[in-house]
T-cell receptor
Framework: KNEVEQSPQNLTAQEGEFITINCSYS?????LHWLQQHPGGGIVSLFM???GKKKHGRLIATINIQEKHSSLHITASHPRDSAVYIC???????????????FGKGTHLIIQP | TAGITQAPTSQILAAGRSMTLRCTQD?????MYWYRQDLGLGLRLIHY???????GKGEVPDGYSVSRANTDDFPLTLASAVPSQTSVYFC????????????FGQGTRLTVV
């Protein structure tokens, strides 16, 4: 079973700060997902990446497959970035298949004006 | 584009009653999933379907059943609800079972009393 650990669990920062959320996992994977969930809201996919770095607006995701670690960065943070950010990896089974995702417990981010 | 639609949005259910949570997607995705989200435990996989006509058990399948008669629909049935099934339920889909972006419904908040 792939264990997914996120840190920090909670993060409060001031508007404009550079934010980093970390994710580590225990079993090698082919791709990792970063998701966003606003309070009371649905879940939105931010990134799926298998190597290197991806950027979308002020969000940057990086992954190091060898070290089994990924980071999500937010530049010039804004109060609307306040949400729960969740890291997820495939639920791998023997034979190389997958059946859904295993999730970290999420990082609750609050950006204060 | 609707994406994934779940119904109902919320429900209060008496213990011992049965209920079906509906999930429909219009993206012609092969893979569909049901997750439950609980405070402190995060998202956990209940059942999955990698393609129409097939289903499988996830991490927490007890008390739930699913069917996948066609590509678009993936209903989740609670045969005899218990209070521990109080949770927020998310249906999700992806084009394939591996390495493709995950799309989530808006969630169904179920309270079993």
């Amino acid at each position: 079973k792939n264990e997914v650990e996120q840190s920090p669990q909670n993060l409060t920062a001031q508007e404009g700060e550079f934010i980093t959320i970390n994710c580590s996992y225990s079993v090698g994977i082919s791709a990792l997902h970063w998701l966003q969930q606003h309070p009371g809201g649905g879940i939105v996919s931010l990134f799926m990446l298998s190597s290197g770095k991806k950027k979308h607006g002020r969000l940057i995701a990086t992954i190091n497959i060898q070290e089994k670690h990924s980071s999500l960065h937010i530049t010039a943070s804004h109060p609307r970035d306040s949400a729960v950010y969740i890291c997820a990896v495939p639920r791998m089974y023997s034979g190389g298949g997958a059946d859904g995702l295993t999730f970290g417990k999420g990082t609750h981010l609050i950006i204060q004006p | 584009t609707a994406g994934i639609t779940q119904a109902p949005t919320s429900q209060i259910l008496a213990a011992g009653r049965s209920m079906t949570l509906r999930c429909t997607q219009d993206m012609r995705h092969n893979a569909m999933y049901w997750y439950r989200q609980d405070l402190g435990l995060g998202l956990r996989l209940i059942h999955y379907s990698n393609t129409a006509g097939t289903t499988g058990k996830g991490e927490v399948p007890d008390g739930y059943s699913v069917s996948r008669a066609n590509t678009d629909d993936f209903p989740l049935t609670l045969a005899s609800a218990v209070p521990s099934q109080t949770s927020v339920y998310f249906c999700a889909s992806s084009a394939e079972y591996m390495n493709t972006e995950a799309f989530f419904g808006q969630g169904t908040r179920l309270t079993v009393v």
